[in-house]
Structures are given as C-alpha cells and as structure tokens.
C-alpha cells in the first residue's frame, strides 16, 4: 500500500487530529495575546517593567519543550490542559515584543494632536495607539503561530490532542510497515497548517489595518 492510499483510508482520523492541533494552537494564541497586549499597555513606556516582562517572556522561550511539558504534569495532570499553559508561555515573546515595539513607536505627534482634539489616555489608547500598532502586534502573532504548530506536536508526550499522537505513535511502532506513514501524516499536516495560518494572518492583517498603514 502507498502513502496516498493509507492517507486516503487513514482521513477521518488524520482529519480530527489536524483540527484538534488547530484549536491548540489558537487557544494557547488567544491566550497569550490576551495576556501579552495588556502587558504591553501598562509596560512600554517605563524601563524597568518593561524589560523584566520581555526578560520573563524570554525565560519561557529558552525552556526545552520537554522539560517544560514535563514539569507541568505535577500541577496540571494529562491532557489538554498544560499543553495548552505550555504553548501559551512560548507564544508569549514574539506577540509582547512587538505590541511594545508597535506602541513605542506610535509618532509623538499623532498622540498630541489626539490630545489637543480632547481625547483622554484610555481613548487615545483604544482609538489612536492601538490601531497605529495593530499591524507590528499581529506579525507578533504570526510570529508565534508557526513556532506553535511545531512545539504542540510535543503536547503528544503529555497526552495533549493534535498531530503530535500521529508522529508519536508513528515513532513508537518504528519498523513496522506503516510507521513512516502514521509519522509523515503528522509533519505533513502540521505543514499544511502552517501555510493555512499564515495565510490566515496575511488576511486578518489587511482586513483589520486601515488602508493608509498598509
């Protein structure tokens, strides 16, 4: 039996993996975007905070995916769950990193003539600030989904959902006929999904950013 044949037989299993490694990986994002861009708000202007949020952001980052998968089934069991907190921690420093960048760079001008039309902080922020960071904040983003789509074929190891079960049980049952199959389903689909997210962040970029900051 080829490749072809075995993923044609083997589709409604390959099927339900991709979309539960898709879910993974846009849950931990919206997560970490939901913690990354407040931070970003209340860090960017001072030094000190801000350094030590990128500093922690890092930390998280340097941890091998492993060890940091394994130290998570203390607390949080098996399962969905300390995959999703792990991949939410390594999203955390390409989307804080460029929400800071993006707010930092916001021109001078543009805020004080908000200012002088009579705009408060919170307004300014919501409605001039943001919006002029929104584009640098979602290649953060786009950022953070691809290095996703690898690491969450580890939560596998944690009893996590996605195509990491593929590629494990592939590894597992090596040297039997269809383990290269079972493997190359995995790293074949995660490709697929990488193409499809970027794709989805080209468009989610223009559709979500005025015409005059494309």
């Not at 193409?195 to 559709?207: E, I, K, W």
Request: net charge neutral; glycine share 10%.
């Amino acid at each position: 039996m080829g490749f072809a044949e075995y993923v044609a037989g083997n589709w409604p299993e390959l099927l339900a993996a991709t979309l539960e490694h898709a879910v993974l990986v846009l849950v931990s994002l919206a997560l970490a975007t939901a913690i990354c861009i407040p931070l970003a708000v209340v860090t960017y202007r001072t030094d000190l905070p801000r350094g030590v949020v990128l500093a922690a952001a890092g930390v998280f980052l340097t941890i091998p995916s492993y060890a940091l998968f394994g130290l998570l089934i203390a607390p949080l069991g098996l399962g969905a769950t300390p995959a999703v907190v792990a991949l939410t921690l390594y999203a955390m420093l390409p989307i804080l990193r460029n929400a800071i960048v993006g707010l930092r760079n916001v021109n001078p001008a543009v805020s004080e003539s908000a200012i002088g039309m009579g705009m408060d902080a919170n307004l300014r922020l919501r409605r001039v600030d943001l919006p002029l960071a929104w584009p640098v904040i979602v290649t953060g983003m786009r950022v953070s989904a691809q290095l996703l789509l690898g690491i969450a074929a580890i939560a596998a190891t944690v009893g996590g959902p996605g195509l990491g079960r593929l590629i494990l049980t592939g590894l597992d049952v090596a040297g039997t006929p269809f383990a290269i199959y079972l493997t190359l389903e995995g790293i074949l689909g995660i490709i697929v999904l990488a193409l499809l997210f970027d794709l989805a962040f080209v468009l989610l970029s223009r559709l979500t950013t005025s015409r005059g900051l494309r």
